[in-house]
């Protein structure tokens, strides 16, 4: 059974840092493309950042281009988003999904992807 753990989340000062990471297990982790998507209270569920199978295409929404880095790791089967230059706009749950397309995991609706993992909170602080 193909799972999706996400940990690393959080409490951190306006302008800090942090790093999530999602660990996959189960599967075939190359078949994957990966993503990462957040929802914060009252809002709805927004893409953030994915990247492809090989790990050389990234894709980041413009709210946090320049700010998030996503890269994934193919030995160990993990992606990481490091968040740097946070703030309180970035208060979210952060969830991590998997599809076997790039496209759709990027531009399709989000609640019709294959795996999500269960979320972990970023909470910043002013």
């Known amino acids: 059974q193909v799972q999706l753990v996400e940990s690393g989340g959080g409490l951190v000062q306006t302008g800090g840092s942090l790093t999530l990471s999602c660990a996959f297990s189960?599967?075939?982790?190359?078949?994957?493309?990966i993503g990462w998507f957040r929802q914060a209270p009252g809002k709805e569920r927004e893409f953030v950042a994915a990247?492809?199978?090989?790990?050389?295409?990234?894709y980041y929404a413009d709210s946090v281009k320049g700010r998030f880095t996503i890269s994934r790791d193919n030995v160990k089967n993990t992606v990481s988003l490091q968040m740097n230059s946070l703030n309180v706009e970035d208060a979210a749950g952060y969830y991590c999904a998997a599809d076997t397309s790039t496209i759709r995991l990027v531009g399709g609706p989000s609640a019709n992807l294959e795996l999500w993992g269960q979320g972990t909170l970023v909470t910043v602080s002013s």
């Open positions: 189960g599967g075939t982790f190359g078949d994957y493309a």
């Open positions: 990247v492809d199978w090989s790990g050389d295409t990234a």
